[in-house]
T-cell receptor, first 109, second 114 residues
């Protein structure tokens, strides 16, 4: 079965410290991977997708096919990074996205 | 350009009542979907549509109906509301090609069933 796993429900990090939000996937073939973010009282919005290989708001994510992981990283956390983060996956050419259960990131001032 | 518009933003229903959550998009996206968001469970797919006249079930379809008579609209109907349907509901759309930036989400409908 297609599955996206985010093992941490909650993560607290001090401002200025590095951040890593974990995501593992179980998919047949080579899926597309995404990170979505939901700030307080706002709609979900796309943060990153693996095929673009770009850095958004200082975040990066590398697809590791051997470990089937797509961890989200930022070297120095900022208070405005506090939000809910969802990892998601879909097969290429298929619109259906499967989401993980989400990680709530809190940046401690 | 409004993107994805959901109405209402908030709703309280009594057990057994029915209602329709509205979703409309103005981006000419073929693909539309409904998710529910529950604490600790992430977003779970209820129903989806790959184009007008075509709908299919997602992971948690029981108690919900959808239809897609136009490309723009994808309403979600609760047939007989139950407390277990208390949740935040999100509508999302994307181009059919599956590429680009993934989904565009609506702002959500917070539903409470008492």
């Amino acid at each position: 079965a297609q599955r996206v796993t985010q093992p941490e429900k909650l993560l607290s990090v001090f401002k200025g410290a590095p951040v890593e939000l974990k995501c593992n996937y179980s998919y047949s073939g080579s899926p597309e991977l995404f990170w979505y973010v939901q700030y307080s009282r706002q709609r979900l919005q796309l943060l990153l997708r693996h095929i673009s290989r770009e850095s958004i708001k200082g975040f990066t994510a590398d697809l590791n096919k051997g470990e089937t992981s797509f961890h989200l990283k930022k070297p120095f956390a900022q208070e405005e990074d506090s939000a809910m983060y969802y990892c998601a996956a879909r097969n290429f050419g298929n619109e259906k996205l499967t989401f993980g259960t989400g990680t709530r990131l809190t940046i401690i001032p | 350009n409004a993107g994805v518009t959901q109405t209402p933003k908030f709703q309280v229903l009594k057990t057994g009542q029915s209602m329709t959550l509205q979703c409309a998009q103005d981006m000419n996206h073929e693909y539309m979907s409904w998710y529910r968001q529950d604490p600790g469970m992430g977003l779970r797919l209820i129903h989806y549509s790959v184009g007008a006249g075509i709908t299919d079930q997602g992971e948690v379809p029981n108690g919900y109906n959808v239809s897609r008579s136009t490309t723009e609209d994808f309403p979600l109907r609760l047939l007989s509301a139950a407390p277990s349907q208390t949740s935040v509901y999100f509508c999302a759309s994307s181009p059919r090609t599956g590429g680009g930036d993934g989904y565009t989400f609506g702002s959500g409908t917070r539903l409470t069933v008492v």
